[in-house]
């Protein structure tokens, strides 16, 4: 019995030499360079219309990479193309309304109410002349009895009438040399303002009609085919964005001192031989357990910060989840 405990101990105590020559192995000694393990991570975009409607096309598969603005998919235009048209009418027609009120009146306009004035000062002056005469007649000594009373009173109204018109043109023409008022001018030009925010809604709207992509990216999964509905709520597209993209690693307490952002690194996956070139982009700030799907050397139930780290993929090799290895070049300087 005492033989095998002896026995057990030293098995212990080997396999416990062994695992820290293998730590020490992949790690260092704690003052070479650090080597961390994590996954590959990157952005991933629900792509949906802003408005609601039936989509026309779709127009790329799953696994296609597009690039930024590249049309994806079209939605039916043939109802919003008509109220296009029309705003652009009422924009045309309200800004020719702008331009008349702030050319003012044409000259032609002025000489037509001169006219006016004189033609109506005439009639004043010929109603006058009929008045007074037929009053000289009836206060004549020898008293026309031709003239009636009734006939004096309708050359009075007359006269008066003619004085009226006389003021009416002569307020007319100080209109017509005046032009148009401020306010007029003021509320043609927000009517304008409002035709045209119309007209530049209605535009967007018939520019979203087209689905276009964000950023450069992978067609991760389509969604939604010509002939359904869709809606801001639904997306039509899921893309992964390649670039850029990060191993996502998490670093012990201890050996936090010794990464620091911009510091160089080299990032390797399993089964290919090849490596990539990368550099610290984020430590986070704050402290959190080891989460369960953490790959790492020794798994802890210790407190880790996350770490990024930006990898140079321009073949388009590292995939989303896909484990990784990351060796940091060289210890970080000290401040």
Known sequence: MRRRIIVLLVLIVAAGSGFA??????????????????NVDLRQVDLAFNDNGRITEVLVDEGVRVKKGEVLARLDTSRIEPQVAQAEANVAAQTAAVDKLHNGTRPEEI??????VDAARANAHNAELTYHRLVMLKDSPSGSPS???????????????????LE????????AKAGPRKEDIA???AQLKGAEAQLALLRQQLKDAALVAPEDGIIRTRL???????????????????????????VSEPDLARVAPGEKATVTIDGDAQSFTGHI???????????HAIQTAEL?????????????????VLRLGMPATVHLAEEPQPK
């Open 300 to 316: 802890r139930t210790s407190l880790v910060y996350e770490v990024r780290i930006l990898v140079d993929d321009p073949k388009n």
């Open 21 to 38: 020559w293998w730590w020490f192995s992949q790690n260092g000694d704690g003052n070479g360079p650090l080597v961390l393990y994590g």
């Open 147 to 165: 003239v009636t009373q009734s006939q004096i009173d309708a050359a009075k109204a007359a006269k008066d009438s003619a004085d009226a018109q």
């Open 111 to 116: 000489a037509q109410a001169k006219a006016n």
């Open 187 to 189: 509320a043609a030009e």
């Open 168 to 175: 009416v043109t002569q307020q007319a023409l100080i209109l």
């Open 281 to 291: 982009g984020f430590i986070s700030p704050v402290a959190e357990f080891t989460p």
């Open 224 to 250: 939604l085919e010509p002939g359904e509905m869709a809606s801001a709520a639904k997306p039509v597209f899921s893309i992964a964005i390649v670039t850029p993209k990060w191993v996502r690693a998490y």
